[in-house]
Nanobody, 115 residues
Framework: QVQLVESGGGLVQAGGSLRLSCSAS????????MGWYRQEPGKQREFVAL???????SYADSAKGRFTISGDFAKNTVFLQMDSLKPEDTAVYYC?????????WGQGTQVTVSS
């Protein structure tokens, strides 16, 4: 089993920045990718960004140019730097990891952007 723990969420004004962190522990071998998803109340969880073990990154259109994903996969950690935040970025952000072709999720961290 793999456990993911997120931190770094909070309340910020529009235009501000937040940095999310996620650390994995447990049976951590065979890491393929780590990333972030978000979910607003009453909506489906949506992709935000990911980083593969080869260093490739991918972003949702809504995140491009404002969010930056980075990671230290030797330490099984991933970060999401979020700049120029907008009220529509308000959501619960979930860390995701794929280890040995199995998917794992964190418990989520709330990000609230006030206008």
């Amino acid at each position: 089993q793999v456990q993911l723990v997120e931190s770094g969420g909070g309340l910020v004004q529009a235009g501000g920045s937040l940095r999310l962190s996620c650390s994995a522990s447990g049976s951590i071998f065979g890491l393929n990718r780590m990333g972030w998803y978000r979910q607003e109340p009453g909506k489906q969880r949506e992709f935000v960004a990911l980083r593969t073990s080869t260093g490739r990154t991918s972003y949702a259109d809504s995140a491009k140019g404002r969010f930056t994903i980075s990671g230290d996969f030797a330490k099984n950690t991933v970060f999401l730097q979020m700049d120029s935040l907008k009220p529509e970025d308000t959501a619960v952000y979930y860390c995701h990891a794929n280890y040995n072709f199995l998917d794992y999720w964190g418990q989520g961290t709330q990000v609230t952007v006030s206008s």
